[in-house]
């Protein structure tokens, strides 16, 4: 079993930045890939970002366009999700997965998934 905790959410305004962390515990996640989606206000959970388990590849959704950046630190058991250039649109929930099967953009795909954090860009 994996715990995931996601962390660092919070308010900012456009064109800023925050960075996402989301913590593992439990059994050890350096088999798994792991990604981000994220959760606006009456639409579908969408894919973001993910990372293989060995960050040898990165895959990102056609809206980052250069905005966000996903980081492992296995010895640390976190993943980090790097903002920028914030904008109202990219308000929503962001929640961390973890998937035995690779990095996917299929939510049904994953088999953990931390309990989300708040991501508010103000205009």
């Known amino acids: 079993q994996v715990q995931l905790v996601e962390s660092g959410g919070g308010l900012v305004q456009a064109g800023g930045s925050l960075r996402l962390s989301c913590a593992a515990s439990g059994r050890t996640f350096s088999n798994h890939a792991m990604a981000w989606f994220r959760q606006a206000p009456g639409k579908e959970r969408e894919f973001a970002t993910g990372i293989n388990c060995s960050g040898s590849r990165i895959y990102y959704a056609d809206f980052v366009k250069g905005r966000l950046t996903i980081s492992i630190d296995n010895a640390k058991n976190t993943v980090y999700l790097q903002m920028k250039s914030l904008k109202p649109e990219d308000t929503a929930v962001y929640y961390c997965?973890?998937?035995?099967?690779?990095?996917?953009?299929?939510?049904?795909?994953?088999?953990?998934w931390g309990q989300g954090t708040q991501v508010t860009v103000s205009s």
């Open positions: 997965a973890a998937g035995s099967l690779g990095v996917a953009t299929t939510k049904s795909l994953y088999d953990y």
